[in-house]
């Protein structure tokens, strides 16, 4: 029964990795949607590999273990197996590396089993074994080495051969405490008497451990001998006490330790710094945000944004390309391991065999929690590894070999399990742990749902631009279906092209680097096929390709002809110009100088951020500039020749006029004034206010995104997103229009603000005009009443012409 348990278990899985190498090796055709590519099938060999290896280790405990657990060797075997193959879709170099370190450990178990193995050595020779571990440690003080180049030099060896003492270590410690307390229990000492040489050694390994920074595996070390001491002897303030110092731990080196201090602060608020210190928690949250409920596919991820994904950050990798159901299989390989070490323990025959596979069980657990609460931000980030998952010869040297101790331990033949001092430390741990592991679900849950819109919607996530590469992004077009912004190349290198520079600041740009700005941020549901696209349709794409459907075309109310001509007259000069329909509220002009050419944000993106003109500002939207003497107009429809006017009355009438409210358009918009003093408004808010002039009194809503080309119904239209507004009386309106004409068909009225120095020009069409009812605005950063004027002029002749 066993043998065909174990069997079965080992076939599951071996069906399992090769469905997931299949679907790796054709990822690249399905990420390109084309057959003619470069197929994946480096790992292959590591899968071959993987098969034969735990072929051989199965005939081998077979052979040597017949009453072991049928459980632990499948599950090891597909956590090392999923491993294996996520290490050789990130890094294939680090894949061969990692199929070698397999085939080296499993093959030393294995081949060990063939010798008559007693862990009473471990017992007997406990203080030997562990100061040698200790010994080889310290060496790295001298010695050590680092395999990347830099960082802290954790490990000894050369030629591409490395060990990390430190991981051992860990099992060392477990076999001493286990033998340690298997001596002493039940105890007649007090309790610091009898646990007195373990806090010494243990104490003199976290010093040497803190010497080398190594605080993920001091962690560990506080964390695994509080478990074993308190499954010992069953006294939770052994537990308490436990946490309290590694608070307090915490603590002091915050105060004293910058990498300490660097890691909890990142930790408590990564956005701070995002593309800084945090970078690597925060692409940790945008991978697993990104994976879903279902996960990208195998291959079609991007989980090499995060930095040593196929190490540390393993459980992201998995998290993007598996989903949520992924990582909640993964948990449960996790839990079924766990529980089966914790069985063993408590049918083992003796105490110190009992304390060796609980302590064995806990550095499994805690390790585990470790890494993926780091990864989720569940908790500070401790650089350890995941147990059999995890890159590293050190760490799957040593979760094979206490994967060997389990097994052994677990065959247990006729033997009877020892009688208990008290089973509750037991059941307490094992209900810690699995309350860990459901925490971690949870977590998961909590970012790949709830929080993955938003995570996914941030500009600097530069999983949407590598998207944008391979999924066609929809056109922006003028009112003439003339393009703007259009998608060129072939699959897997797109490229967003701009075909009018002058403009940049209203359209923006998106970009692998930069984010999005303007209408690309603004329309970006739309343009990336996440709106307007049928819901069946892009769950389709994104199970199958792990990308959205192709883009949706948006028509814009932009008249590139007009807009030509306003970005000539405006010229070098700072300022905006915004010429809209009075009646509708679709704008036909938004121009903004100073602009840039967002072509060559590649190589002069840094420049522009930090450019004292603001090019990348849309000033027609995003600027506030005090209006003063240009809100005359709008006092004399109201208030006539009247000097005696309140402010309320003043407040009332510019919340009419919309200059207390956000303009509501589909583009970015600075946020709008909420009182009198220092009124500051934009000139798309002074142009919505001047059509009330032109129509009647009726203020517009704004209009500039007028349809979306849908693939089921073609165009439709977008509706304004809010409502017309009578922001003046009809009649007033009417005269106020006629007291600034002149001779043309079309009022006017430029005045100039002293601090700072603008000049503000506002000119709408007549009220008897057969014609489309016009409102123009023209801010200029100078003082200049005949050029703002000459340029109001200019562009109304040219837009009023047959």
């Not at 790949?448 to 949407?464: F, M, P, Q, Y």
């Amino acid at each position: 029964m066993i043998e065909r348990n174990q069997s079965s278990l080992l076939k599951l899985a071996g069906v399992f990795l090769t469905l997931f190498a299949i679907i790796l090796s054709l990822s690249p055709a399905v990420r390109e949607r084309a057959w003619d590519v470069t197929y994946r099938w480096q790992h292959w060999a590591g899968l071959l590999a993987w098969v034969a290896i735990f072929t051989f280790a199965h005939v081998e405990t077979r052979r040597h273990l017949p009453e072991r657990d049928p459980y632990l060797l499948p599950v090891a075997a597909m956590l090392t197996g999923w491993g294996l193959l996520t290490i050789w879709r990130l890094t294939p170099e680090f894949g061969l590396r990692q199929t070698l370190w397999m085939i080296g450990t499993v093959g030393l178990l294995a081949i060990s089993l063939r010798f008559p193995l007693n862990l009473e050595i471990v017992r007997r020779y406990k203080y030997v074994i562990l100061t040698g571990g200790l010994i080889l440690t310290s060496l790295t003080l001298i010695f050590g080495t680092n395999p990347a180049g830099t960082g802290p030099r954790l490990w000894l060896g050369c030629c591409s051969f490395y060990l990390q003492p430190s991981e051992p270590l860990k099992l060392l410690l477990v076999g001493y405490l286990a033998a340690y307390l298997a001596d002493r229990l039940p105890a007649r000492d007090r309790l610091i008497p009898l646990l007195f040489p373990t806090l010494l050694v243990t104490g003199l390994a976290l010093l040497l451990l803190l010497v080398q920074r190594d605080l993920g595996t001091a962690s560990i070390f506080i964390l695994l001998y509080a478990t074993i001491v308190y499954i010992a002897i069953g006294r939770k303030r052994v537990l308490l006490t436990s946490i309290i110092m590694l608070l307090v731990a915490g603590l002091v080196g915050y105060l004293s330790i910058d990498l300490i201090r660097l890691r909890i602060e990142a930790w408590l608020n990564p956005w701070l710094d995002p593309s800084g210190r945090s970078y690597q928690i925060v692409q940790s949250l945008l991978s697993i945000a990104n994976g879903g409920i279902f996960g990208r596919g195998p291959g079609l991820g991007s989980p090499t944004l995060v930095p040593i994904s196929h190490s540390d950050f393993i459980f992201t990798a998995i998290a993007e390309e598996s989903g949520l159901v992924g990582i909640i299989a993964l948990l449960a390989l996790l839990a079924l391991l766990i529980s089966r070490g914790l069985r063993a323990a408590l049918m083992a025959p003796d105490r110190f065999r009992r304390l060796l596979a609980a302590g064995i069980t806990a550095y499994f657990s805690i390790q585990s929690l470790l890494i993926i609460g780091g990864n989720m931000r569940v908790l500070p980030l401790t650089g350890v590894t995941l147990p059999f998952v995890s890159y590293g010869g050190s760490s799957l040297l040593t979760s094979f070999a206490a994967l060997l101790v389990l097994l052994m331990i677990s065959n247990k033949a006729d033997e009877e399990p020892a009688p208990f001092l008290s089973p509750t430390p037991y059941y307490f741990v094992s209900a810690v742990i699995g309350l860990g592991l459901v925490a971690m679900a949870l977590g998961t849950g909590w970012w790949t749902i709830l929080r993955s819109e938003d995570l996914l919607n941030r500009t600097d996530n530069a999983r949407r631009a590598i998207s944008d590469r391979y999924v066609q992004r929809g056109t922006l077009l003028d009112r003439e279906n003339t393009p703007i912004n259009v998608t060129q190349g072939e699959t897997g290198n797109l490229l967003r092209i701009y075909l009018y520079n002058e403009l940049a600041p209203v359209v923006g740009y998106t970009h692998p680097v930069f984010g999005q700005a303007g209408l690309e941020a603004s329309l970006d549901g739309y343009l990336r096929g996440l709106q307007g696209n049928p819901a069946s349709l892009i769950w389709w794409d994104r199970l199958l390709y792990g990308t959205p459907p192709p883009g949706l075309d948006i028509r814009l109310s932009i008249d590139l002809t007009l807009q030509a001509e306003a970005d000539r007259l405006l010229g070098d000069h700072k300022g905006a110009i915004v010429l809209l329909n009075a009646r509708t509220g679709e704008i036909l002009v938004m121009a903004s100088h100073p602009g840039f050419d967002p072509n060559q944000l590649d190589d002069q993106g840094n420049t522009l951020s930090n450019n004292e003109d603001a090019p990348l500002l849309n000033r027609a939207t995003q600027g506030h500039y005090s209006p003063e003497s240009a809100l005359e107009p709008f006092s004399q429809a109201m208030f006539g020749e009247s000097t005696s006017v309140g402010d309320n009355e003043r407040s009332e009438l510019y919340n009419a006029l919309g200059f207390f409210a956000n303009p509501q358009v589909r583009m970015p918009v600075a946020t709008a004034s909420r009182s009198l003093m220092n009124m500051r408004i934009s000139p798309l808010q002074m142009a919505l206010a001047t059509a009330a002039i032109s129509n009647n009194g009726i203020r517009p809503p704004a209009r500039i995104a007028l349809a979306v080309n849908t693939p089921q119904q073609g165009w439709v239209i977008l509706p304004a997103l809010d409502e017309p507004v009578e922001a003046l009386p009809g009649p007033f309106a009417r005269e106020t229009a006629l007291a600034f004409a002149g001779e043309n068909p079309y009022w006017s009225f430029t005045s100039v603000t002293s601090e700072p120095s603008l000049t503000w020009h506002l000119a709408g069409t007549l009220p008897d005009w057969s014609g489309t009812p016009l409102a123009l605005v023209v801010l200029l950063e100078e003082n200049n009443r005949p050029l703002a004027s000459g340029m109001g002029q200019g562009l109304l002749d040219t837009a009023l012409q047959p």
